[in-house]
């Protein structure tokens, strides 16, 4: 399969024409033996004009590069490598129109080293201005080689919970539970501890089923069991691992400890995976004549 289409091959063929079609006037424009200073205005033009076409060629084969690039991106299974193209674009955009710049100077003969010099000042101040954009680029150099995370990853960075929507140049963009969007440096965010929940293997999810002091010991083993069983009966629960152990004498209560692993994708299966546990727990516990404890004191008066 062609990597690009006939139109871009196209374009480029039709700039490639008009660079080399420069390249020849420039070349026969002596013959013409026309004045001295009317014939090296035209060649200088003629070359100012071949450089400009000569930029545009340069941003048709970025344009081929980046089909390349997304290409192999497209065959990659994280979708953060994609978030790369926009990024290169416009850096190689930029490369190529400051070398074309640079050439169009020079045929002005414009001294660009003492250009470059004099804007050194100016541009030490610029740099001190920029330093949170530098310090964001190298947190975006940083997020795209270390790969924390991809696009879709629920994760929290700090104190910012959310999905991950999008990395950019300067930030990232994170969709929290509440619908709003966060944007986060990403020179901040490549300091930051992120823990990535998009990539548990497994959900974890664990509570303690408080019960009554007036359960009895076989009450709370039949209970036990037919929790084991309801996990047991569900796809998308882990089969080892999951406990259901009586662990704890409180105050209040006598505690079964439930630790399930759920074997989904997203966060919503695993909150209607959990209802249907609790549920059927509640209903089990109805059956048994078990009780749920809650916090509570017992007050004892003695008659004098």
Do not use: H
Not at 107 to 136: D, F, P, R, Y
Not at 158 to 170: K, L, Q, S
Request: hydrophobic residues 50%; aromatic residues 8%.
């Amino acid at each position: 399969t062609l990597i690009f289409d006939k139109e871009l091959s196209f374009k480029i063929a039709r700039l490639a024409s008009y660079v080399f079609n420069i390249w020849l006037i420039i070349k026969i424009l002596p013959v013409l033996q026309l004045e001295v200073s009317i014939a090296s205005a035209a060649i200088i033009g003629l070359k100012v004009l071949r450089a400009f076409f000569g930029i545009l060629l340069g941003f048709k084969f970025v344009e081929i590069l980046l089909l390349i690039v997304e290409k192999i991106t497209d065959k990659t299974e994280n979708t953060l490598d994609n978030q790369i193209l926009p990024i290169l674009k416009q850096t190689l955009y930029i490369v190529v129109a400051t070398i074309g710049i640079i050439a169009v100077l020079n045929l002005l003969n414009v001294n660009v080293t003492a250009l470059i010099a004099g804007l050194s000042i100016g541009g030490l101040a610029l740099a001190l201005a920029a330093q949170e954009t530098v310090k964001n680029l190298i947190g975006s150099l940083m997020i795209f080689i270390d790969k924390p995370f991809q696009i879709g990853d629920l994760v929290t960075a700090g104190a910012v919970t959310g999905t991950i929507e999008m990395v950019g140049f300067r930030s990232t963009r994170i969709r929290t539970p509440e619908n709003s969007v966060t944007t986060v440096p990403n020179g901040n965010l490549a300091n930051m501890v992120v823990n990535n929940l998009g990539m548990r293997v497994y959900r974890r999810y664990k509570t303690d089923l408080s019960l009554t002091y007036s359960t009895s010991p076989e009450q709370i083993k039949a209970f036990i069991e037919g929790v084991k069983a309801i996990i047991a009966s569900k796809e998308g629960v882990k089969t080892e691992g999951n406990q259901v152990v009586f662990n704890n004498m409180s105050a209040s209560s006598l505690d079964v400890m439930l630790i399930v692993y759920f074997e989904v994708k997203t966060w919503d299966e695993e909150l209607q995976l959990t209802q249907q546990i609790l549920l059927e727990i509640l209903q089990l516990a109805k059956e048994l004549n078990v009780d749920f404890a809650f916090p509570s004191t017992s007050i004892y008066m003695e008659k004098g």
